[in-house]
């Protein structure tokens, strides 16, 4: 409920009881659930980050070689990172907590978390014999969403200036010459 919204809107355009009429539910619903449109907001992402991080999982399990799931890996990261919805909402999330105290830490929080969850699924990564790091896990991690991150804002911006696809080749190459394998 709400991504829709946030998406069209942004936090700051956001009318939280336009987010319950648009989901169905009335005012007091949304307000028995959510302390307002921020709650709501974190809620939206705490929810897009956990999809992500189960998508990763399950990409990763199917595969059993080392060097094929590192390529997996950069792929989707390349991919998911360069999401139009997901760059608006994540730019909004920064934005919210450079304004808000209470949004702020709320992403310090779930930054924490994408860090531990990352990290977790790049020491798994590099496990195999085949696979080598220049950085430790949660230093790659941190390295790669943010760098990612805003090489995908800026494309977004620029529009044709800077396509989609050269965006995912430049986060590709970057993953690159961090994370390798023999």
Do not use: C
Request: no cysteine; charged share 30%; hydrophobic share 40%.
């Amino acid at each position: 409920m709400g991504r829709k919204h946030f998406l069209r809107y942004g936090l700051g355009g956001a009318v939280a009881e336009k987010i319950a009429e648009d989901a169905g539910y009335s005012r007091g619903a949304l307000y028995s659930n959510f302390g307002g449109k921020e709650e709501l907001f974190v809620a939206v992402i705490q929810e897009e980050q956990a999809h992500r991080l189960d998508f990763f999982r399950s990409l990763l399990k199917e595969e059993p070689s080392g060097k094929k799931r590192l390529k997996k890996m950069r792929d989707a990261i390349a991919e998911l990172m360069t999401d139009h919805d997901w760059i608006v909402l994540r730019a909004e999330f920064e934005v919210g907590a450079l304004r808000s105290e209470r949004i702020r830490q709320s992403f310090v929080e779930a930054h924490r978390q994408q860090i531990r969850d990352g990290g977790d699924l790049i020491r798994d990564l590099v496990k195999a014999p085949e696979v080598s790091s220049k950085l430790m896990p949660d230093d790659f991690i941190t390295v790669i969403i943010n760098l990612a991150h805003g090489l995908a804002v800026t494309q977004r911006i620029l529009g044709a200036e800077q396509s989609q696809r050269s965006t995912r080749n430049l986060i590709q190459s970057l993953f690159d010459h961090l994370i390798s394998s023999a």
